[in-house]
């Protein structure tokens, strides 16, 4: 089929079809399959996918082409039963192959000879066991054989790797000299285990490199980092307390054997662990809290400073002298032994009610010597019984009652109209146990059992300063 192009009268519209063309063939050099061509046009084609020439060139006859078609597919084995007939530069392939692979190879090879058109695919597909498995276990032989002979290259990348990574496991287990670099146990810990997974990660780069894998390499370090940032998702909430764990291992924020209320948890310190806290509890209870949670909490301690102050509530009658009753119970408190001198003992005005006074008297005690609770309880009855003998009125409330009968009468003024209740005689009781402040050694005596006994970690190091 013979094209004629038709003469352009412009040298612009010459020299764009010059670089059209040129592009054109660009293309279809780069490419390895393109489709055939079916129609021609007058006019230049706006994107083939081929060259059709305007006259074959006389070196590409039918006889030629097809001569050259068939002494490819001769050296190609898959392509030995396939058959090549050319007319007018149009190939029709036809005989049978192996798979559908075999046929579409045949077509790219023939599309890439010069001179041809289109190609008319005619070929049949083998249905034979033997054609279909051939290719398969050919392709099996050759990627066997493949990895023979590269079984030196990777005898030796499997050696770096190993030497690499027996390095590392070496230097994470030198522990003496991570604990010279980092003092805190558990920080020297993390970093020696970082270190021998950074190694295996070094000795990976270095034997790809050595086998020559970059691209895989490459690939594996992607689909790493993807499924690394998925992961850290997904253990969000372990991440935060460990690293919590850390903060709070290096900070010492509480010793053990300390009493310590984190939030609304109050207990005496056992341990610290790489998870959580481990607390007794006031009633001789084990409470773990996350260390997330102690972290980010409110940390009161009452055993990093001795000494504590109490105070309580006491109130007389409106007609009472208040500051000598503050004097009375200020000389009080400063009599009993385990309220300390230094600080003073203090007491205020807090309230003036409607029949009473309500005075706030404060002391210190310490924590040492002298139980807090016992203490502060046997300061109120003291300072209480010496305001009672003084004379002075502890007022009780006072509630009136009116009945209803349908006549008049006077409602009563005071419970002194109404009757007084008999005073019944007080007992003598000797006060042992009572009145004995000492503090209470059992909690704290539980606590060192705890920590003897159990062999878990305890980031609590006492050769650290606290924070």
Not at 71 to 88: C, H, K, P, Q, Y
Not at 233 to 256: C, G, H, K, W
Not at 430 to 452: G, N, W, Y
Request: net charge negative; with cysteine; aromatic share 4%.
């Amino acid at each position: 089929m013979n094209l004629e192009m038709p003469a352009c009268p412009h040298s612009l519209l010459n020299f764009v079809a010059v670089i059209l063309r040129a592009v054109i063939l660009t293309l279809v050099a780069s490419t390895s399959a393109t489709s055939a061509m079916s129609q021609s046009r007058e006019a230049s084609p706006s994107a083939p996918s081929s060259v059709i020439a305007a006259t074959p060139p006389a070196t590409s006859s039918d006889d030629q082409i097809e001569d050259r078609i068939q002494t490819i597919f001769t050296e190609v084995d898959e392509l030995n039963g396939i058959s090549a007939s050319v007319r007018n530069g149009v190939v029709t392939l036809g005989g049978a192959t192996a798979n559908a692979a075999a046929a579409e190879r045949a077509e790219q090879i023939a599309l890439r000879i010069e001179g041809v058109v289109t190609i008319q695919n005619q070929i049949e597909q083998a249905v034979g066991v033997e054609d279909n498995v051939s290719p398969i276990l050919e392709t099996t032989s050759t990627r066997v054989n493949q990895i023979i002979r590269s079984m030196p290259l990777l005898a030796v990348a499997l050696t770096v790797f190993l030497v690499i990574s027996f390095l590392g496991h070496l230097l994470a287990s030198w522990r003496g000299f991570w604990r010279r670099i980092m003092p805190n146990s558990f920080l020297s810990d993390l970093v020696a285990g970082a270190s021998r997974i950074i190694a295996v990660v070094v000795g990976l780069i270095v034997a790809m490199n050595v086998m020559g894998a970059t691209t895989l390499l490459g690939t594996v370090l992607g689909g790493a980092g993807v499924i690394g940032l998925a992961l850290g998702f997904a253990v969000r909430d372990t991440l935060e307390n460990y690293i919590s764990s850390i903060m709070l291992s290096i900070r010492q924020p509480f010793r053990a054997n300390e009493h310590v209320v984190i939030d609304e948890h109050e207990g005496i310190v056992v341990r610290l662990t790489s998870r959580s806290t481990v607390l007794m509890t006031l009633n001789g209870n084990h409470l773990r809290i996350p260390n997330s949670t102690v972290f980010k909490a409110v940390i009161l301690n009452y055993t990093r400073n001795p000494e504590r102050r109490f105070e309580f509530d006491l109130g007389v009658d409106a007609n009472d002298n208040p500051v000598a009753a503050m004097q009375l119970g200020l000389d009080t408190l400063k009599s009993l032994p385990y309220v300390l001198e230094q600080p003073d003992p203090e007491s205020y005005i807090q309230t003036v009610g409607d029949s009473n006074i309500v005075l706030r008297f404060m002391g210190w005690v310490d924590q040492r010597n002298s139980n807090f609770g016992k203490a502060r309880g046997l300061a109120i009855s003291a300072t209480k019984d010496v305001l009672e003998q003084k004379g002075f009125t502890l007022p009780e409330p006072i509630y009136r009652l009116r009945f209803d009968t349908g006549t008049s009468q006077p409602a009563a003024a005071s419970t002194a109209e109404a009757g007084a209740t008999p005073s019944r005689p007080k007992e003598t009781v000797e006060a042992r146990d009572a009145a004995d402040v000492r503090p209470d050694s059992h909690l704290t005596q539980i606590v060192a059992e705890e920590r003897a006994a159990t062999g878990e970690e305890d980031l609590l190091d006492e050769k650290r300063p606290v924070e």
